[in-house]
């Protein structure tokens, strides 16, 4: 029997609620509670599917509610060890997220950031460069930073180039995003010239730079970067060394896409991590033993 248990961490997960398509908040609650830490959700918007390859979806900005709900938390002394934004509404609700973060955030809260506003060279539905100069904003009081191989290009004002990038491009990159002002740099979404893919870290104090990557299953897989996030956000939070957050965030995400790819069907109602959460949750187990 045991006597006693340290507090679970919390962290605040600020993202959209996309009702179907598995995404943002509907991967990071799961993911977040299955690496042992507790989940907190401030909703962005309210859509009734994600945005890409879905036609007619419905939209309802909650800017308006974000505050006053920022503000009951800390009335009520709620603390977070980590918030991890993802999905918002617009540019202007960076600013929303900045004034709840002066509000709610204490030094030793770590802020993870995924600007998410683009794939494949393009930015997603109703966001342009002013996101881009928010996001900016937002990655240089962040201390993990999650953008995928467009968002580092859009965010380091470099050209994207689709196909495959050389380890020392992909570290020019990574360095040119911890110039931002962040204290780790994770790139998504990586494709080497040896054909495989994955995620890519490098630590802005110590200048490490680590690398995971899978064999590559061809096409897009929605919410993938979202349960990357997800998993990295809590294991760091747990306090996990940043080299095997990387690679258990990594081996979930790739475990989620090869058993889709097993089971086929529509691709845009997002990646099978049910399927793949017993295995990561055996390896957090594990990592903290
Ligand atoms: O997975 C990122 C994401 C989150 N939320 C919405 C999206 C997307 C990507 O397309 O459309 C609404």
Redo the contacts with the bound molecule.
């Keep these: 029997m045991i006597a006693s248990l340290p507090p679970l961490k919390r962290i605040l997960a600020i ?2 609620l ?1 009702g179907v398509g598995k ?2 908040l509907t991967v990071a609650l799961p993911v977040i509670s299955a690496a042992g830490v507790e989940c907190s959700c401030l909703p962005t918007a309210l ?1 009734s599917t ?3 390859d879905f036609y007619g979806f419905t939209k309802r900005d909650l800017s308006d509610e974000l505050l006053p709900i920022a503000q009951h938390w800390k009335r009520e002394g709620v603390h977070f060890d980590g918030i991890y934004t ?2 918002l509404a617009s540019a202007q609700q960076v600013e929303l997220i900045e004034q709840i973060l002066d509000l709610l955030a204490t030094p030793e809260t770590m802020l993870i950031v995924d600007p ?1 506003m683009a794939e494949n060279g393009k930015y ?1 539905s109703g966001f342009d460069g002013e996101m881009c100069a928010a996001f900016r904003r937002l990655c240089a009081r962040a201390d993990v930073i999650t953008p995928n191989m467009t968002e580092a290009a859009f965010l380091t004002d470099r050209a994207y180039h689709p196909g495959t990038a050389t380890e020392s491009e992909v570290e020019s990159l990574l360095n040119a995003l911890c110039a931002l002002g962040t204290g780790v740099a994770a790139i998504t979404g990586v494709l080497l010239e040896n054909g495989e893919i994955g995620n890519a870290v490098r630590d802005a104090k110590s200048g490490k730079i680590c690398f995971s990557t899978r064999k590559m299953h061809g096409g897009v897989f ?2 993938t ?2 349960i990357f996030a997800s998993a990295l956000s809590a294991l760091l939070v747990r306090g996990a060394p940043i080299e095997s957050a990387l690679e258990l965030a990594t081996a979930l995400v790739e475990g989620s896409i090869a058993r889709s790819v097993l089971r086929g069907g529509d691709r845009r109602f997002g990646v099978d991590f049910e399927g793949a959460l017993p295995e990561f949750l055996r390896s957090v187990q594990t990592l903290f033993e």
């Design positions: 993202h959209d996309s995404c943002s859509l994600h945005s890409g993802g999905y998410v997603y929605y919410g970067g979202d």
